[in-house]
């Protein structure tokens, strides 16, 4: 046979083998079009099979949405638990001030030196505020902004302002429900909603439209509710964030001296302080997560599945309970070599913040030698606001969640700016001693334990302070 036999025989092969792979690859496309038709109509028939109730507008009980949202629901009311712990957080309620006892010294004249615990869940909010020994008889209505889901439906029938004002106490009864669904979701499209009238407020002051924020930016502004630096304003007790001047802490700084605001009087130094309250969003926004437009919710609610279906989960806690499906999706390390840099990062912060925080309590007493060696308001001004601006910076990291991990570098500058702050303190006093022809050391009292230390800041409460200046 020669080639041009050959060939005239292969051409009919080669044509039959071409429709045969073009068969097989449409059977192939209609088998995988079956498949996908057929998970799609399971996943549609999951949904239409819930039981789908309708939610009232300003419907608090979690209960009551957790009928059509099951999964969440469930997630949701494992937040009740409170035996969770990681090396700085998790939910147990450790006591902050048998941790740290300096705290005590720190807020001496707070109700913060009484009763200073680590918060537990969402499910907790109202039973912990009410267990709190920080609530009083003088405690306003704003005090529940950020712990039940009844606060929206009261705002809304007697206004913000109203609500603001009215004793805490006084609104006990109508409280019922601990943080839940409505705080961030629409009732009727589950699309994610702002209910708290201060953080629209304070970026309407910034020239933000809430209406114009996208999902992602949603995704960590509803955190932003409550997980942030605030206070409460005038007479009427008016929940403000400090955000006019910014977000960063020398920006609220100013915010603060240009209001002329304090929290209380140091019953120590008697200075005039500020006490932060919770900044997450304010140090995270100073984060890497965010500057890569990772929101609050892609670590602390990560997308879960159940049954082939993909879900938002509402079991809120520290990713580093939950790394497989926080960390792990962009990380790819093993868990526990991602504990091991979380650890080290924190731990390190917490060797700096706790260098700050003994320096600021020398601080105090400091002053204190001052004015029992005679000094006068004037003699220890200076004193007073760089310990007053140290330990606003020492508290802007300390009462962060996260130890600082939100953003590492930018808490490091902070508590090395506020260990330096203190340090002038010190040198201030003793300059003020020194002229008042005092040079020896100041007598510290022994507050190493909480019960030593809220004894000490009891004595100065009540005006019999011991004496720091040895032999006067």
Known sequence: MDSTQAGRSAAPARAWVGWVVFLAVVVGVFAVGVMAASVMERRQEARVTRLVVPVADMEPDPAVWGRNYPREYGRFQMTKQSDTRTEFGGADPRDYLVETPANVVLFAGYPFSKDFKQARGHAN???????????NEKSPGTCWTCK???????????GPAAFYK???????DSIRFAIGCLDCHDPKTMALRISRPALIEALARRGIDVARLSHQEMRSLICAQCHVEYYFKGEGKYATFPWDRGTAVDSVEQYY????????????????????????YEVYLSGIHAFRNVACADCHMPYRTEGGEKFTDHYIQSPLLNISNSCVVCHRWSEAELVARVEAIQGRIRELRGRAESDIARAHFDIAAC??????????????KAVRAAQM????????NGMGFHAPQECMRILGAAADMAQEARVECARVLARRGYSGAVAYPDFSTKEKAQAVSKLFADNNPPRLLAGR
């Open 166 to 172: 009215m004793p805490f106490a006084a609104l006990k």
């Open 393 to 400: 910076r020492w508290d802007y990291v300390a009462a962060s």
């Open 125 to 135: 909010t109202v039973t912990d505020v009410l267990a709190t020994g920080r609530i």
């Open 148 to 158: 039940s889901a009844d606060v929206s439906r009261l705002m809304k029938q007697m």
């Open 371 to 384: 004015l029992q060696a005679g000094a006068t308001d004037d003699d220890v001004a200076a004193a007073r």
């Open 257 to 280: 001296e240009a209001e002329k605001f304090s929290d209380w009087q140091h019953a120590v130094s008697k200075t005039p302080m500020l006490k932060m309250q919770h900044p997450d």
